[in-house]
């Protein structure tokens, strides 16, 4: 096997125990470049721009707050102004000096009159709603020759926009997706594609009161921005304002998705949300796009918010251990964004949290078909595909639902399970699937008595929970897929070593977001265009690292595997030997550990049955020479990681259409792409076989 470049093996870090651990994060350095304006948005700012030039500018009212928090809906009219009282009583300070410090001291000296109370000046525009149109020329200034923005915020305000960017906390605290990032701390990417629900960031309320807030301000703002802009953010900063630093952001993964024609607006606003973007402030063209209070953010309904803080405040208090929560609900119901807020919410007092990853349609981590156990120690500040990562143990089940092999799902998740230390106490969360009737319903009683499960966190909408409620009443008289009452588990070691607990608390939530209940239908919202946006994030860490072109896979140099190195199999169909390597040219496979050595007899290695083994990654088998016995794989593995690696396993996950389709550089027909082909023919689609499934005649009395 040839290796291209070597790189470190990352060792793993112990965990802590419950602390507040923020204050340790430091900032890594991130490159940035400014954001290529797509046509349709300079058209539309071009529009806009005209219709002002057409009428006089009307200053926005400011909408009121929406309660997304308990928080919002105390003190909102407190803090807005505070007085600062001087050493001496009221009197202005007098400077000879006539440099830029003094300047800036002489604007601060002028807002302080009578018994050192601060005149209103631009406050009383201040309202802690959203920030958007016009307040943004007041609270937000822009340093062209730095490319970057900053921002001044009051609390309980909020931004909601679409884009990407850097944010970087200078003063005070803000709160993105239920993460707390405080000044001091490392800077965060945020990612709001139109694929998702936009981010909106909020603006806390300051930990230390007694703070003298312009004196301390001061020095941040010169660092950031010209003497003009800085002056003129000054005067906005109160005890309960909170300073933000927004750069554009460039990655290899936003450079390898817009070098997609169909992905080229992915981080602009759709269609629906056009009328409401606002596209003439400071943060535009640092790839932000502010939205208008038309369009709302993550919505949160009372029992969303009751839900975080039980669970949260039942992790922080005195358990028997750690605790497991599960969630579960139909599809649509918004349960990948409740356990990314509650992760975010967790990190705010702990290092770490662990994730057990049950859904093979839409992996929080990894491209669809895989179930994997992970520690996550960073926010999730955007949608799966922007946060790829390897997990601790991976299982590549091959497929993006279970239906037709329960017990592999069933087994895969209790390997997955076993390889977690019993010892540890970092909380753990198990992320199941959409299928909730008949034997989806079924897999769910078997996983909560597989799992010591101290919580089940059961989402619904419009008032019901579309399936019965889990209850610990309801689970004594339920029937699984592998076990029945009396509830225990199927495996013996299981009931030695993790026996189910005697009750946990159940939780029921109801989302009330606009579209509940159904799968989204503009560009980029759709389930499979999702699966193919995790796919492509994960192939471009194949990309350089460092700004430049992208290079179409079929220009990178692949490994070279020996057929008598690797067994080779298909797990989500039946082929006959002869066709196996046709099956498996131009496909997805997934890197796996056997157990057991492979031996050959000079020929290849091919696999009958789909196996339980680790996985550590996935490639693109680009090519098979029969001649040589040679696999060229393109893979983004670490070279010390491919060295353990004996098995190819490919699954019905396929690589998205225009990775084959956009192949620049060729001349006439293009590799692995045809039109000559039907699927009207006899035996033209793939055979599927369903494993495990039972008509209800030979299940026997329920």
């Known amino acids: 096997m040839k290796v291209n470049k070597l790189k470190p093996v990352k060792g793993q870090t112990k965990s802590l125990k419950w602390k507040d651990v923020r204050g340790k994060r430091c900032r890594p350095p991130i490159s940035s470049s400014k954001l290529i304006s797509s046509p349709d948005m300079a058209r539309i700012a071009k529009e806009h721009q005209a219709s002002v030039m057409k009428k006089p500018t009307v200053k926005r009212l400011k909408s009121k707050a929406k309660p997304v928090s308990d928080l919002k809906k105390n003190n909102l009219q407190a803090g807005l102004k505070k007085s600062h009282t001087q050493a001496n009583g009221s009197s202005a300070f007098t400077m000879d000096d006539e440099s830029n410090d003094t300047q800036d ?27 958007e149109g016009e307040s943004l020329h007041h609270c937000a200034e822009r340093d062209d020759r730095q490319n970057h923005a900053v921002l001044v915020m009051q609390k309980n305000q909020t931004l909601c926009f679409r884009g990407k960017c850097l944010l970087t906390c200078l003063y005070g605290r803000v709160e993105v997706m239920g993460f707390t990032i405080e000044e001091g701390q490392q800077s965060y990417p ?46 906005r900063i109160t005890s309960n304002s909170s300073i933000i ?50 369009i ?102 091959g497929h993006s639902s279970c239906e037709t092999d329960l017990e592999r799902y069933l087994d895969s998740l209790k390997s997955l399970w076993r390889r977690r230390s019993q010892t540890r106490e970092t909380p753990v969360i198990i992320n199941t699937m959409g299928w909730v009737k008949g034997f989806g319903f079924q897999l769910l009683v078997d996983m909560i008595r ?16 579309q399936c019965p409620a889990l209850t610990p009443e309801f689970l004594r008289t339920a029937h699984g897929c592998q076990t029945h009452p009396p509830a225990q588990t199927a495996l013996d070691e299981f009931t030695q070593s993790h026996s189910p607990p005697r009750s946990y608390t159940h939780l029921i939530i109801q989302s009330e977001f606009q579209g509940v209940g159904r799968q989204g239908t503009a560009k980029h919202q759709r389930s499979n265009e999702h699966r193919e946006l995790s796919l492509l994030a994960y192939l471009s860490q194949l990309q350089s690292p460092d700004p430049g072109p992208i290079r179409p896979l079929h220009t990178l140099v692949p490994y070279q595997v020996p057929h008598t190195a690797v067994a080779l199999g298909v797990i989500h169909c039946e082929v006959v030997p002869s066709h196996m390597f046709y099956a498996a040219n131009a496909s997805l496979v997934g890197l796996c550990c056997l157990g057991e050595q492979v031996s050959s007899r000079g020929g290849p290695v091919l696999l009958s049955q789909a ?24 893979t983004p593995v670490d070279p010390a990681i491919l060295c353990t690696v004996n098995c190819l396993l490919m699954g019905a996950i396929s690589l998205p259409s225009y990775i084959l389709t956009t192949q620049p550089g060729f001349e006439g027909e293009m590799p692995y792409v045809t039109a000559d082909y039907s699927f009207d023919l006899t035996g033209a689609g793939k055979l599927r076989v369903f494993k495990g499934l039972m008509r209800p005649s030979q299940m026997g009395p329920q």
């Open 105 to 131: 001291w002489k604007e601060y000296s002028k807002s302080i009159h009578g018994n050192g109370v601060e005149t209103s000046g631009d406050l009383d525009d201040v309202s802690p709603g959203r920030v």
């Open 190 to 235: 945020l990612f709001s594609p139109a694929s998702h629900c936009p981010l909106s960031i909020r603006a806390l309320e300051s930990a230390d009161q007694t703070r003298d807030d312009r004196t301390e301000a001061l020095p941040i703002l010169r660092k950031y921005l010209q003497p003009a802009s800085r002056k003129k953010l000054l005067k």
């Open 245 to 294: 630093l927004l750069e554009p952001m460039e990655t290899p993964l936003t450079r390898f998705l817009s070098s997609f024609t169909d992905l080229s607006e992915l981080f602009n606003p759709p269609a629906s949300e056009l009328m409401s973007a606002v596209l003439d402030t400071p943060l535009n063209g640092l790839g932000m796009i502010p939205l208008g209070t038309a």
């Open 296 to 397: 709302e953010g993550l919505e949160m309904s009372k029992s969303y918010r009751d839900g975080l803080n039980m669970v949260v405040s039942a992790c922080r208090g005195d358990m028997d251990g750690c605790a497991v929560i599960l969630v579960c609900g139909i599809k649509n119901v918004g349960k990948s964004m409740f356990i990314r807020t509650l992760i975010n919410n967790l990190l705010n007092h702990t290092a770490s949290v662990d994730y057990l990853e049950g859904d093979l349609g839409q992996p929080e981590f990894t491209p669809s078909g895989c179930l994997s156990l992970s520690t996550v120690r960073g926010p999730l500040l955007g949608p799966p595909f922007t946060h790829q990562s390897t997990p601790k143990h991976m299982v590549y089940y």
């Open 450 to 465: 597989f799992f010591p499960v101290s919580h089940v966190v059961q989402l619904g909408h419009s008032g019901v929970t």
């Open 611 to 634: 196996p339980i083994c680790p996985c550590v990654g996935f490639g693109v088998l680009r090519g098979i020479d029969m001649v040589r016995g040679l696999y060229f794989l393109l």
